[in-house]
Every structure is written in structure tokens, then in C-alpha cells.
């Protein structure tokens, strides 16, 4: 499988499903895998839709890096939030209302596909923009510049939509 770039957009549609976006789906043809998956201090889960190949490499990564203490329960959080899927003709898979309730997903609800080299991470779409919103506000408190090339500021307009602007060269 190529690597995975860039994101999308979806939605969760009124029968559980949602469909892989047209800019993935080639690279996720036998994909049959979705794994729930919440990373430690974020508290914000999301699910993770892979290759069988691709999962097994990113378990035996976190099983490397866990306390041996902690191997049984990353063992049983992993796999007993893990599916099989079929994608439909349409590209279609079902996400069980089990993973909608702990990812924070409801039907009719958009969705942010991000990929990540060899998976996606499928977000709600809320959840996601809420988390770039805090991810920004801590950068700009630590003063921190994303691209120090670019020389860009980030100021909002009246209604506190973020525009970029050119910074003046000092």
C-alpha cells in the first residue's frame, strides 16, 4: 500500500455508514480492518481504518513501547475494540453503533478522514475542528510559529473567523 496523504470530509449516513473517500480508496482496496483507538492525553477518541498488514505493524509498535505491566491491558483494549469490515460497491462500510458512542459519532454527523502514512483516522468532524481551535490557541500562548519560512500571523476578523495574513519582515 502507498502512502497515505492529505483528508477529507464525509458523513455518517442514517444506517451507521460511512464511505471511504474517493482520494483513498484506491490505496484501501482489501482493507478490512477498523480499530478504535484512543491516544493517551487526548481524550478524544477516533477510529482507525487499515490494512490487516498495516494494523499488525502499528500493534507490534505500541506493544514495543508499552510497560510490560501494561501489555495485557493494551492487549484487550486493541483487539477487543477492533472490527472486520466490508466495504460495499459503493465504497460503504458500517460503523457499529458501539464505536459511534465512544468515538462520539452520530448518524447524519459529518466526518474528518486524516491520513496517517498507512491509515486514516476517521474523526468527527466537530471533535476534530474543536481540537485544531485548542491545538492554535496553545501554539499562539507559546508563541509558537508553525512555519518560521513563511513569516505568516494568524489574526481573526470581527466574528472570530481566523484569517492569515503576511507578516512585515523585521
Known sequence: MPRLRGNAEGTLDAKGRAAVPTKFRPMFEGCDNLVLWEPQ????P???LTS???????IEREYAEAEKA?????THDIYGHMDDIELDSAS???IHEKYNEKAGFTRGEKLFFLANKTYIEIWSLEIWKAREAARRRERSLLNY???PVSQAV???DQEGKLLWEDKPHE
Not at 41 to 44: K, R, S
Open 52 to 58: 490487516d498488514d498495516y494494523f499488525d505493524e502499528i
Open 92 to 94: 460503504r462500510f458500517v
Open 41 to 44: 492525553g487526548l481524550n478524544q
Open 70 to 74: 501494561d501489555r495485557v491491558d493494551l
Open 145 to 147: 510559529t508553525p512555519d
Open 154 to 156: 494568524a489574526r481573526s
Open 46 to 48: 477516533y477510529l482507525i
